[in-house]
């Protein structure tokens, strides 16, 4: 299991579907997905994504990073999303394109750092 101690701030970054179940925005299902610093659990922002595209957007996540640089003017040296995400291949394909390492974790390892999000984000829901 990976813990928030092991490492340096903008040593790796994760990215992460929030929410288990749809939210419904106008009628329509969407997923929402996260960019945040493992060491510190900092979010640097969020993008909603139509569950029927199943993937976000390329721009969109394009955006995100954008975001995130514009936070701490420093690429992290690795990203990493949960194993089978829907999502793998539009996040590592900005990982590629800005020289950060890209790899998977099962969702389970990743439970200490996102799990206090993912309980904040659920009970705002409420």
Excluded: C
């Excluded at 179940?21 to 640097?44: C, G, H, K, N």
């Excluded at 539009?90 to 990743?110: C, M, N, P, W, Y």
Aim: charged fraction near 25%; proline fraction near 4%; hydrophobic fraction near 45%.
């Amino acid at each position: 299991m990976l813990r928030s101690n092991q490492f340096k701030v903008n040593e790796l970054w994760i990215a992460i579907k929030l929410n288990q179940r749809s939210l419904l925005v106008q009628d329509e299902p969407y997923d929402i997905y996260v960019l945040m610093d493992a060491a510190s659990t900092y979010v640097f922002g969020h993008l909603l994504s139509k569950v029927a595209d199943e993937n976000p957007e390329e721009g969109e996540v394009e955006a995100l990073f954008k975001k995130a640089w514009e936070t701490k003017r420093q690429w992290p040296e690795k990203l990493i999303v949960p194993e089978r995400s829907l999502a793998q291949d539009v996040f590592s394909k900005q990982a590629e394109k800005h020289g950060i390492a890209f790899s998977t974790v099962r969702l389970a390892d990743l439970t200490s750092i996102v799990g206090p999000v993912k309980k904040s984000f659920a009970s705002a829901l409420k």
